[in-house]
């Protein structure tokens, strides 16, 4: 059975950092590109970071320079390093795996809540 089970999240102060994990199983990890995504309450879930491999990364203009996606293959887990985060990152973070060529073969975790607050 396929699972991606994310871990990390909590509350933060402004200015302070956080790293997620998104534990992957059931499928070949290494086949899939990895993203991350967030939503807000009351907005639309939006894409963060996704990651095919450490030359082939993307991020979301507003999270680009704080935010590092990376991926360790041999433990089938992603991570966003997340740096001097904002109240306007407050959202749940869902980490979704894409077949690179199967279009519509697409896995997604429960999410992990993050709140920034003083």
């Known amino acids: 059975q396929v699972q991606l089970v994310e871990s990390g999240g909590g509350l933060v102060q402004p200015g302070g950092s956080l790293r997620l994990s998104c534990a992957a199983s059931?499928?070949?990890?290494?086949?899939?590109?990895m993203s991350w995504y967030r939503q807000a309450l009351g907005k639309e879930r939006e894409l963060v970071a996704a990651?095919?491999?450490?030359?082939?990364?993307n991020y979301a203009d507003s999270v680009k320079g704080r935010f590092t996606i990376s991926r360790d293959n041999a433990k089938n887990t992603v991570y966003l390093e997340m740096n001097n985060l904002k109240p306007d990152d407050t959202a749940v973070y869902y980490c979704?795996?894409?077949?690179?060529?199967?279009?519509?073969?697409?896995?997604w975790g429960q999410g992990t809540q993050v709140t920034v607050s003083s």
């Open positions: 979704k795996a894409d077949h690179p060529l199967r279009r519509g073969l697409s896995y």
């Open positions: 059931g499928f070949t990890f290494s086949s899939y590109v």
């Open positions: 990651i095919v491999s450490p030359a082939s990364t």
